[in-house]
């Protein structure tokens, strides 16, 4: 059996990659492919690692094999890039994801695809708090793109084309390494940067409330989201991860408790409209109960979300 | 200035080419276009009809011209077909579409794009009254490429590449001339027929609640849709339109009290499974209150659909 990894050079490809090679899901190759070539992230002979543009025509077909299982479809234009680089956006987010179905529905069926869905989904004139029976109104063309991804596979699997299985996730917090072009990139940098001993810039209001999940709860809900029985998800295969709501000014106040007012006084207020206007569009509050009735999990107090980071930070795991 | 009605073949197309000729709206031509020859719609040397299938790489580009003020995207493979002809579907609801905003957006912006969509975005576990902040999960490949649409139009109306107005339809009832492939076609035939002295075949249980317009009130809310301004939609262009509620039995019913009982025993229930399945997860309450809040129009009691229908039918104006 095969698993393929697209956006496998990503954080989220390469830390889902190394815990897929850690778990107990039996399997004899794993791919990650990316539009720029993985670096292998592990010692283990299964690990192929692939370079490839998966929205050129063939190109998906190519990759779907028929001892393909699961496809970990994490590959996207992220918001503040779709929303500058329109077309891009399109090609990457609608193209390759419709690209993918396609060739996993002609190759055989029950391909069990596992899709990296976002909070971006919503926007507009929101509830107090978001559930799954929220309507999606997003407000950014990444949010577009992962709205209208959700529903082609929830088509593709309504018709058993692929056993599919969406996963909207929170903002990631703290992601290691460097800035990324995504709307949200700063819910990471505000923490990470003043840890690193560098300055960072929080382009929203300190009460902005935002979703977050750490990396090690995302990646145990992908594996949980790719286990689980078809059956288990009824009749809809969209599913919220459990994500903590805090501002960002509890962020901060956690960021202090933890490395003390000179890692705090780091981060500076500078307001950047266009920034503003694709996070404060995101919902603030969220009801996780579908998911924690699957079995997903969910972190506790931000607290923690930072002794992970600098926990991993220091072990340089990744 | 020039306005364009894809599906312009279609009865929804003719009627309304036929209604914007008698309106106030002033134009220099108006185009109706189709995948086979539109009839044309009245003598005035303002029409033309043209076959063209807008799917095709480049159709859209050339359709599309400096003059374009209104485009009306009627065009669709209809329910049970795209149910039945997958791949179909997708190129004509989906890929049609797109092809028709990219044209738009390319040419210039501001275009009046009026997209019929329909209550087959419904589905699923719904709440007693549906309204726009019903989430929606299609349980048909048409009520899916329906709701991806609508997501496109938004996106790019909130770019301003489009004036979107996205106007989801009940089922039009009584539909002149003979069945087609929607699933909800037998909420025509069961009216149709009788009256036309024919047998017809109900495939759906007598309480089946249904959400129907006429053809005048949808033609008129369609005019209605195209002439607001932009800014009456606020922040998200999707209207559903203003519908009637009934149970089959109420409609016939309805048929027996205006046509008489002969006329009744016309109509023979046999239950059609797939039929069953793609109009019983459709929504039968709704809550019209945001499109009369815009000034939308609504049907009164089902009576007057049928003494419309006899009216245009005898008169034969289409």
Chains 1, 2 share one sequence.
């Not at 995302?218 to 009749?235: P, S």
Request: charged content about 20%; glycine content about 8%; proline content about 7%.
């Amino acid at each position: 059996m095969q698993i393929i990894i697209t956006g496998g050079a990503g954080f989220l490809g390469q830390r889902l990659a190394k815990a897929l090679l850690k778990s107990s899901l039996a399997f004899d190759e794993l791919v990650l492919v990316d539009i720029v070539l993985p670096d292998n992230p592990g010692n283990d002979n299964r690990i192929s690692c692939l370079q490839a543009d998966l929205s050129k025509e063939g190109a998906a077909q190519k990759l779907i094999q028929p001892e393909t299982g699961f496809v970990f479809h994490l590959a996207a234009v992220v918001s503040s890039q779709a929303e500058k680089e329109f077309d891009l956006g399109w090609k990457v987010n609608l193209d390759t994801t419709r690209n993918l179905l396609e060739a996993c529905r002609h190759q055989h069926p029950g391909i069990r695809f596992v899709f990296a869905s976002g909070m971006a989904v919503y926007g507009g004139q929101l509830p107090p708090v978001i559930n799954e029976a929220t309507v999606v109104t997003p407000q950014s063309s990444y949010g577009t793109q992962k709205a209208i991804a959700e529903l082609l596979i929830n088509d593709y699997s309504r018709k058993n084309f692929v056993d599919g299985r969406v996963l909207r996730l929170p903002t990631i917090c703290v992601r290691p390494g460097r800035p990324n072009l995504a709307a949200s990139s700063f819910l990471s940098s505000i923490i990470r940067e003043p840890i690193n001993g560098e300055k960072a810039v929080c382009p929203v209001s300190p009460d902005l409330p935002v979703l977050l999940a750490s990396p090690d709860t995302i990646i145990e809900n992908i594996l949980k989201g790719a286990t689980l029985a078809g059956a288990d998800f009824g009749g809809w295969r969209t599913v919220n991860m459990p994500a903590v709501g805090v501002t960002v000014q509890e962020m901060l106040d956690s960021l202090e408790r933890i490395a003390g007012k000179e890692t705090r006084a780091r981060v500076e207020f500078r307001p950047d409209p266009a920034i503003n206007a694709i996070v404060s569009s995101w919902p603030g509050a969220i009801d996780n109960s579908r998911a924690l009735g699957l079995g997903f999990n969910v972190d506790g107090p931000f607290d923690g979300f930072i002794t992970q980071f600098i926990a991993q930070n220091e072990a340089k795991p990744d």
